[in-house]
């Protein structure tokens, strides 16, 4: 009962949680270094092309270490990585962490409007649903969110440029194209084509995550004690259950973080917006492995790192939750 | 038999004790719960309809899908080409319901596998319990941790693939999540009496698995292999669309978006985008009202009414 031992249990879960992540980020990079071997020819042949002589693609093979076991190859590269090197693109003739700096200033723009717009109307909606649930008002909701969760991310952005910007010329087709952050910001009349089609596809997840929460916190006995002591319906609601549904949405924009790196990969396609996503795809068009090698491990760093922080941000919020 | 269930009905009469109704079976009931979802039978129906229009509709609407007719090429809807045709004079109706055949194929058999691994490595897992479990649950957690979208596109960019390729790439990453959703189902399972009786009985684990486990977890499997068909035919379409998928002449609805996507600014070529893209749609919302509602149908919670 004492808050101390309860303490030590936090701790207690957090060193198990972080061990376990380790041992899942050891398994992913292993299997991340191992796709580049899936290469068909071996990852210098589909750097260097089909016409590279044998002589040549020895003499990368042993400039790039690929001579080696597969196991010091590994140890390499895990040992570049810890000193924050994460490949160099042979293509692009440029620093795959450059790359990244370049690009994830402006994913992040893109991922945290569209975000923070999904939630705006997500959570209310949700709540909204669950509380007049079965009218017709929650149908029609329900049915928005499914045809969230059915609509392919690139057919919704062609519809919109197709609407708003081929049919009556409201917006730009495409995403702001410059390079620094602070001139797309300059230019929001492009951006809001991207940042609705990404949020209608995240709004589809919170609402339903946010409606079902909902019903479930209300058959729960705080809410009948709540009503039993005459909180109005309007407390009991915003008061007791909103703030215990607000759980699960936590958790889930901590599972969310890894679509920083790679999640946005249509959306970004189809607006040509210059991120992660875009140069990720023309990276796999270019068979350009050292870029999707680096990508690939910082999205998986990434969702690590959010599955750690949903878990202990759940175990923080709900403290029944004991592992 | 039937005498046998008679005699012994007579008895129990004659105990007093309450004649009931033969105990519905859990299909039947799930059934009854299913049927009063009209958006589920909605599905159902639009699913049937789609299974026809992809494979009974080329028998009927007779097009040619593997000789590009360059005379052709972006005719309007006419009364020879009822959805006009594409860029390269392939008739559009006749090309939804080629592309639809490999996304059903697909959709429907990239469900399967990874729902049948999901399900065996996941019973297994939960039954086995201890070391093993962590060892085969911490390759899970590996699995759900990679990017799967990113690694999709390697995949198909090392692969160049054929759509049974794409089928094991596509239900490579989608196991992970049956996986673990039926080991939590075993872990509920596996200390019930009648798992524990087999064991006492000297039947090998297997045995309880197949036979106890799997039987018991059957709601939430039909559920997600619902879901799974959906999200398949999505992936498959994302990877027609960033021309990954299926080599021409084959096709795919996602690839028939991705060539329409060329000509959207160059005048009203409705027929190349808005076809195959409300086809997608409309698939996966029904896979998707269906899965809802088997959900409710097997949630025991909701029978016992």
Redesign the interface.
């Known amino acids: 009962m004492a808050p101390r031992k309860d303490n030590e249990t936090v701790i207690g879960f957090l060193i198990r949680r972080i061990g376990q992540a380790l041992i899942v980020l050891f398994l992913v990079t292993v299997a991340t270094l191992g796709l580049v071997h899936l290469f068909p020819g071996g990852p210098v042949r589909a750097l260097l092309g089909d016409r590279a002589t044998p002589y040549e693609i020895a003499y990368y093979d042993k400039l790039y270490g690929f001579n080696q076991s597969f196991f010091v190859q590994y140890l390499k590269w895990v040992d570049q990585l810890l000193h924050g090197n994460l490949g160099y693109s042979a293509k692009l003739n440029l620093n795959v962490s450059a790359e990244i700096a370049q690009d994830l200033p402006k994913t992040i723009v893109l991922v945290l409007l569209g975000t923070v717009v999904s939630l705006l109307f997500g959570i209310p909606l949700g709540v909204y649903q669950a509380v007049k649930r079965n009218s017709v008002a929650d149908y029609v909701l329900t049915g928005i969110s499914f045809l969230g969760y059915s609509t392919p991310t690139f057919f919704l952005g062609i519809v919109l440029v197709d609407w708003f910007a081929v049919d009556v010329h409201i917006f730009p087709p495409f995403a702001p194209q410059y390079t620094s952050v602070a001139s797309i910001l300059g230019d929001p009349r492009a951006l809001v084509l991207p940042v609705v089609t990404y949020a209608f596809l995240l709004y589809a997840l919170w609402s339903r995550y946010m409606r079902s929460s909902v019903l479930d916190n209300l058959v729960q006995d705080y809410v009948r004690t709540a009503r039993a002591k005459g909180a109005s319906e309007r407390r009991v609601i915003w008061k007791h259950v909103f703030r215990n549904s607000l759980v699960s949405i936590v958790t889930l924009l901590g599972l969310s973080l890894p679509t920083l790196v790679g999640g946005a990969i249509l959306i970004e396609a189809v607006f040509n917006y210059p991120g992660m996503g875009l140069a990720f795809y023309q990276a796999a068009l270019n068979v350009d492995y050292q870029t999707l090698l680096g990508f690939t491990v910082l999205a998986t760093v990434a969702t690590i790192l959010g599955n750690l922080l949903a878990d202990v941000g759940y175990a923080m919020l709900d403290p029944r939750v004991r592992y | 038999m039937a005498m046998e269930a008679q005699a012994i009905a007579a008895t129990d009469a004659e105990l007093g004790l309450e004649l009931g109704t033969a105990p519905r079976g859990m299909f039947r009931r799930a059934w009854e719960v299913f049927a009063e979802n009209k958006l589920a039978l909605a599905g159902v129906a639009f699913v049937v309809f789609i299974l026809l229009f992809c494979f009974v509709g080329p028998h009927i609407y007779v097009t040619n899908q593997v000789d590009t007719n360059l005379i052709n090429t972006l005719c309007p809807p006419s009364s020879s080409n009822l959805l006009g045709c594409d860029e390269l004079g392939y008739d559009q109706l006749g090309r939804l319901m080629v592309g639809g055949q490999t996304s059903l194929e697909v959709g429907l058999a990239a469900a399967v596998v990874s729902v049948l691994f999901g399900t065996l490595y996941g019973a297994i897992s939960g039954f086995a319990g201890g070391f093993v479990d962590s060892v085969m649950m911490?390759?899970v957690?590996?699995g759900?941790?990679?990017?799967s979208?990113?690694?999709i596109?390697?995949?198909s960019?090392?692969f160049h693939p054929t759509p049974t390729v794409i089928i094991f790439i596509i239900a490579v990453f989608y196991w992970f999540g049956v996986a673990r959703l039926v080991r939590g189902e075993t872990l509920a399972l596996r200390n019930r009496e009648y798992v524990q009786a087999v064991k006492v009985i000297g039947g090998r684990p297997m045995r309880s698995v197949i036979r106890h486990i799997v039987p018991n977890a059957i709601g939430t499997i039909i559920v997600q292999g619902t879901f799974a068909v959906?999200d398949s035919i999505?992936t498959l379409?994302?990877l027609g669309?960033?021309t990954?998928g299926v080599a021409p002449p084959a096709t795919d609805w996602?690839s028939m978006?991705s060539g329409g996507?060329t000509y959207?600014?160059g005048g009203n070529y409705w027929w190349l985008?808005y076809p195959p893209?409300v086809l997608?749609?409309l698939t996966?919302?029904s896979f998707?009202?269906i899965g809802d509602a088997l959900r409710d149908a097997f949630e025991t919670r909701l029978q016992r009414r």
């Open positions: 911490r390759v957690d590996a759900l941790s990679l990017p979208l990113m690694v596109i390697i995949l960019v090392i959906a999505l379409s994302v669309y960033l990954l996602g978006l996507l959207i600014q985008i893209g997608i749609i996966c919302i998707n009202f």
